[in-house]
T-cell receptor, first 115, second 116 residues
């Protein structure tokens, strides 16, 4: 089954404790991205990757890191989480970069709470 | 600047009736795609329908159709014969052409409640 998976689905942590949210897709997609969803703001892009070893900032990258060492995986790293990073996070992928016709497929979401 | 605007934070519809969810967008790019996603209370984002800027006809997918008015820059989602399972958050999104990050831009969403 074609899908995007994320882990963990739920996480409660404390300020400053490093964490990683994993994302994996099995569709051989080149483009992957991370979003955060906050009430009234829709989804905002954190980071994106156009292919292996090619990553760049989205609209709200502060406090986050990513890496893309393999095509299928795109982990999101919070080196020192703060309460304002409490949010619902989505990983997404699409077939190819630079294509405005491509649908993005989303993972199930990770609900993160930082105390 | 806000590229996607959904002016209806919440909507109610009676079961079996049709409902229209509004979406307007702003772009100067001639090439763009418009997308609608559904987010039920479980949280996942489900792709519903796509409309390309060069498409001559309005897109349809089962009970979903997209009322695309290019000159008005609107891409309203029409759900026919509403069902209780249609109760969810709905997001309009746009992806522009051009070189570089063809990020998908989202509106703030509309929460639809279907009443029995």
């Amino acid at each position: 089954e074609a899908q995007v998976t994320q882990n963990p689905r739920y996480l409660i942590t404390v300020t400053g404790k490093k964490l990683t949210v994993t994302c994996s897709q099995n569709m051989n997609h080149e483009y992957m991205s991370w979003y955060r969803q906050d009430p009234g703001l829709g989804l905002r892009q954190i980071y994106y990757s156009m292919n292996v070893e090619v990553t760049d900032k989205g609209d709200v990258p502060e406090g986050y890191k990513v890496s893309r060492k393999e095509k299928r995986n795109f982990p999101l790293i919070l080196e020192s989480p703060s309460p304002n990073q409490t949010s619902l996070y989505f990983c997404a992928s699409s077939q190819s970069p630079g294509t405005w016709t491509d649908t993005q497929y989303f993972g199930p979401g990770t609900r993160l709470t930082v105390l | 600047a806000q590229k996607i605007t959904q002016t209806q934070p919440g909507m109610f519809v009676q079961e079996k009736e049709a409902v229209t969810l509004d979406c307007t967008y702003d772009t100067s790019d001639p090439s763009y795609g418009l997308f609608w996603y559904k987010q039920p209370s479980s949280g996942e984002m489900i792709f519903l329908i796509y409309q390309g800027s060069y498409d001559q006809q309005n897109a349809t997918e089962g009970r979903y159709s997209l009322n695309f008015q290019k000159a008005r820059k609107s891409a309203n989602l029409v759900i026919s014969a509403s069902q209780l399972g249609d109760s969810a958050m709905y997001f309009c999104a746009m992806r522009e052409g051009g070189i570089g990050n063809n990020d998908m831009r989202f509106g703030a969403g509309t929460r639809l409640t279907v009443k029995p």
